[in-house]
């Protein structure tokens, strides 16, 4: 099988030669990674550990203007900031809004324009990888934290309840250039990206950062618009959330969701067991924890938590081996090397 063989086929529940594998870290890793190898490029190093993805790249933030008289950049969704703190009275950080903003004032905001993004060089990179690798990306479209980023955190969480109508109006027009972008990416791709993804940090350790009925009410069917809009262009759809999402895992699958990422294991009701067992039409990507595991654990440790995750899923696939989260500079290399080995030996 090709890696793009393989990965589709697993994400459609069907048994592959071996599980696919995919490589997300922290530049100084795999820089590390390449010393420690004798290898020059990061390519290089995703042959070498038989990585079956190939990432393009989606780049959506538009420039920021900036400085001002005082100091103050002002990013494309119009937060006006001061990259260092200046011993006077001005905040550092200004938003567009506040408790007495209207509705109209939302809708006269200056949104940006996505149609000054410029894809012209995703289709050049889809077709170097697409004949052999499984190609992915998307415009990250974070809407959840750009959200929170533009009018406060605390102020997302209490306007929530106070000013309903305002926060979904903002979700609704950040979403708006989030898809516009994506929509203008896939066309560029014109039809040689296999799977889109997009991130949105929903969990905790313990739980969802808002209770179940917040998300139902605000964040749930502008999610699905980017699934919707994936699945128009024929892409499965992976989504990245960190912590514990079970609880929101349905609604997913209802929604369209084809791939979860990363999976972090060690979150309340994320078991990969329990999650094959209770999902069994969802695909999986990471698992292995760089929380405790990688991090901490021995080469007989990871070897074990490599290879009951591949037993899990052999016959029925639906799994992608990766790490829970990006692998960051506490991991040994050793380590991380035994978790690829693994997989090609089982």
């Not at 889809?126 to 533009?150: M, N």
């Amino acid at each position: 099988m090709t890696s793009r063989e393989r990965v589709l086929a697993a994400v459609r529940h069907q048994k592959t030669d071996r599980t696919p594998a995919n490589y997300m870290a922290h530049q100084e890793v795999t820089e590390r990674l390449k010393q420690r190898l004798g290898i020059v490029d990061d390519e290089e190093l995703l042959r070498a550990l038989q990585i079956d993805f190939r990432r393009i790249q989606a780049p959506y933030y538009l420039p920021e203007t900036g400085p001002d008289a005082d100091g103050y950049f002002i990013n494309m969704w119009g937060l006006r900031y001061r990259k260092e703190s200046i011993n006077d009275n001005l905040p550092k950080v200004v938003s567009p809004f506040n408790e007495n903003t209207t509705l109209r004032q939302v809708e006269n905001h200056p949104w940006p324009d996505a149609g000054k993004l410029d894809y012209s060089s995703s289709y050049g990179e889809c077709q170097k990888y697409h004949p052999v690798y499984a190609t992915y990306g998307a415009p990250w479209s974070p809407f959840f934290h750009e959200v929170g980023w533009l009018i406060g955190q605390e102020n997302l969480f209490i306007w929530m309840y106070t000013k309903p109508e305002v926060v979904q109006l903002i979700i609704q027009r950040i979403v708006d250039f989030e898809t516009k972008a994506t929509e203008k990416f896939l066309t560029a791709c014109r039809g040689l990206l296999d799977i889109t993804y997009f991130g949105n940090d929903f969990g905790t350790q313990r739980g969802l950062v808002i209770s179940p009925e917040h998300w139902e009410k605000f964040f749930r069917r502008p999610l699905k618009q980017f699934f919707d809009l994936s699945h128009d262009f024929g892409c499965k759809v992976m989504f990245h959330s960190c912590g514990s999402v079970r609880a929101i895992i349905p609604s997913l699958i209802e929604d369209g969701l084809d791939i979860l990422e990363p999976v972090q294991t060690a979150a309340v009701g994320m078991d990969l067991p329990s999650l094959v067992r209770d999902f069994s039409h969802l695909s999986f990507h990471g698992g292995i924890s760089t929380q405790t595991t990688l991090p901490f654990g021995t080469k007989e440790q990871v070897q074990n938590e490599v290879r009951s995750f591949i037993r899990l899923t052999r016959e029925k696939g639906g799994y992608i081996l990766g790490s829970s989260q990006e692998l960051i500079e506490d991991i040994p290399l050793e380590n991380i090397l035994t978790m690829y080995d693994v997989n090609l030996r089982i």
